[in-house]
């Protein structure tokens, strides 16, 4: 097998992106025999066809599907690259996180800060919050995560070629406007039998210990709402809907809740892990979040 051509590799690329050698053509600005030649020269070298003709339109073959993950990831960062010397950012490391939306904001922002505390002036953060974790494990292993903050260890990453490390824990408290303070604080837990509760949905690893430790007590709350966003919850907790549960880091405590304690959970306490891969070189400032481990508290 020859030395990849990655001029071959770029119209193989646009042709499967943009469903066919003529709307390439269009794309790049160039005749449809100049590209189909090309994707011919790539399939040579690499001894495989990439397309198969299906009446009138090109599929991608199982070698063609190969090949465009990978060819996804090198003309992606390409772009980046582009980009970031576009911008300037050449002296900036751009830092892509993607946050678990159930992972409630104050506490991304207490294990995040760090970094931009540390090397404020070479890092810049971006960050993106999504409920579904195969989303943003899907657009890791195309690289345009440096990190996944999530609420859960990923159990195949091995098989994935992903590494997950445990970043620190927090004890669960559960919270509530004054009013409910004073209605359930008193006796608590066993206080907690019809009180209103909003808790996260089933799906989550939070939820399962929170389910298992009211059965454990024969404690039956009014589940009066189920939230996959932490902040949603947050808001119809401070409108006193109901009380909600939340991981507090008291090591790194940061003053932006607004609600009162009305008593912790014990034995619940709420998981933080970075997930990554070990394939792309890591920052220094990650490097340092990941090791040594925080202090679980």
């Known amino acids: 097998m020859q030395a990849l051509n990655y001029k071959h590799l770029h119209y193989f690329w646009v042709v499967a992106k943009e469903g066919g050698i003529s709307a390439a053509a269009r ?29 009138r339109n090109l599929q991608l073959t199982e070698a063609g599907r190969t090949m465009l993950h990978y060819a996804d990831q090198i003309f992606l960062l390409g772009q980046e690259l582009q980009q970031a010397m576009e911008r300037g950012d050449s002296l900036r490391a751009r830092l892509n996180i993607g946050i678990v939306d159930m992972i409630p904001k104050s506490n991304a922002l207490q294990l995040l800060s760090p970094l931009l505390q540390s090397s404020h002036s070479t890092i810049k953060l971006v960050c993106q919050v999504d409920g579904d974790l195969n989303e943003l494990l899907a657009k890791l292993t195309l690289h345009q995560f440096d990190l996944i903050l999530a609420d ?35 006796h608590f837990p066993h206080s907690l039998s019809g009180a209103p509760l909003l808790l996260p949905t089933r799906n989550t690893a939070l939820r399962l210990q929170l389910d298992a430790w009211f059965a454990e007590r024969q404690i039956y709350p009014d589940i009066v709402g189920e939230f996959s966003d932490s902040e949603l919850m947050h808001t119809f907790a401070k409108a006193g809907i109901g009380l909600q549960p939340a991981p507090i880091i008291p090591s790194r405590a940061i003053p932006v809740n607004d609600l009162h304690i009305i008593g912790e959970l014990s034995g619940v306490d709420a998981q933080y892990h970075a997930i990554y891969s070990p394939k792309k070189i890591l920052h220094p400032a990650l490097e340092k979040l990941l090791n040594p481990l925080p202090e679980t508290v």
């Open 27 to 55: 794309k790049l600005g160039i005749t449809a025999q100049t590209i189909s030649g090309q994707v011919s020269l790539l399939e040579q070298d690499m001894g495989q066809s990439l397309f198969s003709q299906v009446g």
């Open 152 to 186: 859960r260890p990923l159990l195949n990453a091995e098989a994935l070629q992903l590494r997950s490390q445990p970043l620190t824990t927090a004890p669960i408290m559960l919270q509530g406007t004054r009013e409910l303070l004073e209605q359930y604080q008193p």
